[in-house]
């Protein structure tokens, strides 16, 4: 009976706050101790795709193993989903408007929606990939801020989806319109939120909204809009946001907004698009129609030295990487997927096997959940002497553009037009 009325996730939830009541431990304490259940940023709460080594994985990805418990319908749109203890969120552009919606994350029941004015069209030879809503919000356990195409950034009250305040980029910096709309997904981080958006990079009160700096003014130019998102960082024994802008690959200062280094980035139409990858005290990155670099950061009298470690052929595209140990999984440009030393630069290997033009990737530091643009999911065991496919199975018929949320024994999936979780 309790299994007909409760899913997995209750299940779980419920006996977790029982033992903490029976070890007397205040329930909210002990359940962030004994299972993560949000994911509650791009990538997840670390920004790098990997979730604890102790946390929920799924060991088969089977339709017995892994069942789909709820799907709903929405509007088109790339933001990954983002999940709370007990909601998942969602934005999708209909029409002329940009729509956030909440779910019940047990049983898929819509809890709120917030719109606003937000269409636009890119330019020409991006047609194919669609006009609609890219950036992936953040959630800080109260609030949800979400990014609009057109250069906007909207604070909602995530229990309710009341619009708390919102900034229009444009206006307050006198900024373009971004040619592919607000793409960079914002990061938390203490009481403020940074991210690009008029025209350069911005940190803001997350409680008001409020600008406190704004760095790395590019003047709108390459058609006045950056795809990468931030991540924080200790290199050379500085705190700093690491931050790929369209030309550039550089380290800011927290507090003021000052640019600690900066080291140019080739790429096609400025297809900077990877968050850049922390490796110790070196950051990797790789871009389109560019190569996979790696810079080593040291901290010196003068202030940084940033000095090329390696570069390797291999293309990157849209698909951020995952490191685990000394080896980056990275999906290529041409649509493969290899294995690269992170030390020394060699490729260990290149899949014989082509995918689509992305690929979403988590990993417990063992094993790989991946997700492709063609709605094909993969178990692939962490191992750099070869590709290794423990399973896949076709997940969605629809193309998946949007990071994978994993929190607690669900997994969630953004199509194109819905978004699905699943179960084990």
Not at 141 to 151: A, F, I, Q, S, T
Not at 162 to 170: I, L
Not at 268 to 283: A, C, D, E, K, Q
């Amino acid at each position: 009976m309790v299994g007909q009325s409760l899913s997995l996730y209750q299940i779980m939830k419920t006996s977790l706050l029982l033992l903490a009541l029976c070890f007397g431990l205040q329930g909210s304490t002990f359940f962030a101790q004994a299972a993560d259940l949000s994911w509650s940023q791009w990538r997840g709460p670390t920004r790098d795709g990997m979730v604890k080594e102790e946390a929920p994985w799924p060991k088969k990805i089977s339709k017995k193993k892994l069942k789909q418990s709820w799907r709903k319908e929405i509007a088109k749109g790339y933001p990954g989903p983002i999940v709370s203890e007990k909601l998942v969120f969602t934005v999708e552009t209909k029409g002329k408007n940009e729509i956030a919606r909440a779910f019940d994350r047990s049983t898929g029941e819509q809890k709120w929606e917030t719109q606003w004015p937000g269409s636009m069209s890119v330019p020409f030879f991006a047609w194919k990939n669609g006009s609609w809503v890219r950036s992936t919000p953040a959630y800080d356990g109260k609030n949800l801020y979400v990014g609009g195409m057109r250069d906007f950034l909207v604070c909602l009250d995530a229990e309710s989806g009341k619009k708390k305040w919102s900034v229009d980029f444009m206006n307050r910096y006198k900024a373009p319109l971004p040619a592919f709309g607000f793409v960079c997904s914002p990061m938390i981080e203490g009481d403020h939120l940074y991210v690009q958006a008029g025209s350069g990079f911005v940190k803001l009160n997350k409680e008001t909204g409020e600008s406190i700096w704004r760095s790395l003014d590019d003047k709108g130019g390459m058609y006045g809009s950056a795809f990468s998102s931030p991540t924080m960082a200790v290199l050379g024994g500085v705190e700093q946001v690491v931050v790929q802008t369209r030309t550039d690959l550089s380290g800011v200062e927290p507090e003021n907004g000052k640019v600690l280094w900066k080291k140019p980035i080739k790429a096609f139409r400025g297809m900077n698009i990877l968050t850049p990858t922390i490796f110790g005290n070196s950051v990797f990155t790789s871009s389109y129609g560019g190569k996979s670099l790696l810079f080593d950061l040291a901290k010196n009298s003068d202030g940084f030295s940033v000095n090329q470690k390696w570069e390797n052929k291999q293309e990157g595209y849209m698909s951020s990487p995952i490191v685990i140990g000394d080896y980056c999984y990275l999906h290529l440009r041409k649509q493969r997927m290899t294995c690269l030393d992170m030390k020394s630069g060699e490729t260990k290997w290149i899949s014989s096997e082509s995918f689509g033009k992305f690929m979403s990737m988590v990993s417990n530091g063992k094993e790989i959940l991946a997700l492709d643009e063609d709605g094909t999911l993969y178990l692939i065991e962490a191992n750099p002497e070869k590709l290794v496919i423990k399973e896949k199975r076709t997940i969605s018929d629809s193309p998946c553009w949007a990071y994978l949320a994993l929190s607690g024994n669900q997994l969630f999936v953004r199509e194109l037009e819905a978004i699905a979780c699943y179960e084990w």
